[in-house]
């Protein structure tokens, strides 16, 4: 089963580099987000989306851009690259959106993509 | 923005120990989850909360929300190496609203337990 996917896995990028980082998930799920983990500052949302061709931002949107043409994919893109942008990133999906007035089903998580931006 | 304040940060406990893990916000939450991660891996459900008072055990783990929805404890009784990791807790905010569709996470408690 494979469940949450992202690639890659390491990366390191110069300053004003783009690239996309890479989600997918085979368990039809209606919510896909984007979060970056950094030391004492838990999990903060950059983005997600409540179905395909809808996304919406969270609290640190600023600097990545998001799409969902599929309901299986789900990419973050750097445009240009900061050092700022030096985190750990995981993609979540769950079957319905937290709040959405249903059973709040849990978020499956990636493995993470650990990015360093010199 | 709702804020979920974890505390402590920090746990480093011997084996056999006891210890609780707080998660306290001023905003109402219509669930509360905990999620436990382990290095190089992401978190992975534990328990979902949704009534207010509600107390759930798993094993070792007990879990209770507080009556007002706000908050949330986890307790560990005799801990165990195994138990290792980091701790975090999520809020699912009221349906509607401006919030939809954002889960809010506390900082997280790093808890190392040693034999």
């Known amino acids: 089963n494979a469940g949450v996917t992202q690639t890659p896995k390491f990366q390191v990028l110069k300053t004003g580099q783009s690239m996309t980082l890479q989600c997918a998930q085979d368990?039809?799920?209606?919510?896909m987000s984007w979060y970056r983990q950094d030391p004492g500052m838990g999990l903060r949302l950059i983005h997600y989306s409540v179905g395909a061709g809808i996304t919406d931002q969270g609290e640190v949107p600023n600097g990545y851009n998001v799409s969902r043409s599929t309901t299986e994919d789900f990419p973050l893109r750097l445009l240009s690259a900061a050092p700022s942008q030096t985190s750990v990133y995981f993609c979540?999906?769950?079957?319905?959106?937290?709040?959405?007035?249903?059973?709040?089903?849990?978020?499956?998580f990636g493995n993470g993509t650990r990015l360093t931006v010199t | 923005t709702q804020l979920l304040e974890q505390s402590p940060q920090f746990l480093s406990i011997q084996e056999g120990e006891n210890l609780t893990v707080y998660c306290n916000s001023s905003s109402v939450f219509s669930s509360l989850q905990w999620y436990r991660q382990e290095p190089g891996e992401g978190p992975v459900l534990l328990v979902t909360v949704v009534t207010g008072g509600e107390v759930k055990k798993l094993k070792r783990l007990t879990f209770q929300f507080g009556d007002a929805r706000k908050d949330s404890s986890l307790h560990i009784t005799a801990a165990q190496p195994g138990d290792t990791g980091l701790y975090l807790c999520?809020?699912?905010?009221?349906?509607?609203?401006?919030?939809?569709?954002?889960?809010?996470f506390g900082q997280g408690t790093i808890l190392t337990v040693h034999p």
């Open positions: 368990m039809n799920h209606e919510y």
């Open positions: 999520a809020g699912a905010p009221n349906a509607g609203g401006t919030s939809y569709g954002k889960l809010t």
């Open positions: 979540a999906s769950s079957q319905t959106p937290p709040a959405s007035g249903t059973y709040n089903s849990p978020l499956h």
